[in-house]
């Protein structure tokens, strides 16, 4: 039951990262992203901004059951991506149509 904020990681592109189900919060710190494989993310309480990493070596993530309010990537990665988990979140419209589709992420509208 990892708390506190996100550690960090040193990775190569076959990496899988799993910190899910702890008592991490806060915004994550990317830098261990950029050429995992494979992020599992989910149930714990991460807010803020899920950034996804350019396109390349990341095929899998999972970051369901966060707080996360923002979703952007610099690159449409609609066919990187091979499996995707992002529901249960705080979204806010607008995000990619493809993680509503293959990711089951929802958005709300603030207003």
Same mark, same amino acid.
């Given at each position: 039951?990892?708390?506190?904020?996100?550690?960090?990681?040193?990775?190569?592109?076959?990496?899988?990262?799993?910190?899910?189900?702890?008592?991490? /919060?806060?915004?994550?710190?990317?830098?261990?992203?950029? /050429?995992?494989?494979?992020?599992?993310?989910?149930?714990?309480?991460?807010?803020?901004?899920?950034?996804?990493?350019?396109?390349? /070596?990341?095929?899998?993530?999972?970051?369901?059951?966060?707080?996360?309010?923002?979703?952007?990537?610099?690159?449409?990665?609609?066919?990187?991506?091979?499996?995707?988990?992002?529901?249960?979140?705080?979204?806010?419209?607008?995000?990619?149509?493809?993680?509503?589709?293959?990711?089951?992420?929802?958005?709300?509208?603030?207003?």
């Amino acid at each position: 039951m990892l708390e506190g904020t996100t550690p960090t990681l040193r990775t190569t592109p076959q990496a899988y990262i799993n910190l899910s189900n702890n008592k991490l /919060s806060g915004e994550v710190n990317w830098s261990f992203s950029l /050429s995992a494989a494979k992020i599992n993310l989910s149930w714990n309480e991460f807010n803020g901004v899920f950034w996804l990493p350019p396109e390349g /070596s990341l095929k899998e993530f999972d970051i369901s059951h966060n707080k996360f309010t923002k979703f952007f990537t610099l690159t449409p990665h609609k066919g990187d991506i091979q499996n995707c988990d992002a529901r249960d979140n705080e979204f806010q419209c607008p995000i990619p149509s493809w993680l509503k589709e293959k990711c089951g992420a929802d958005c709300i509208i603030i207003t």
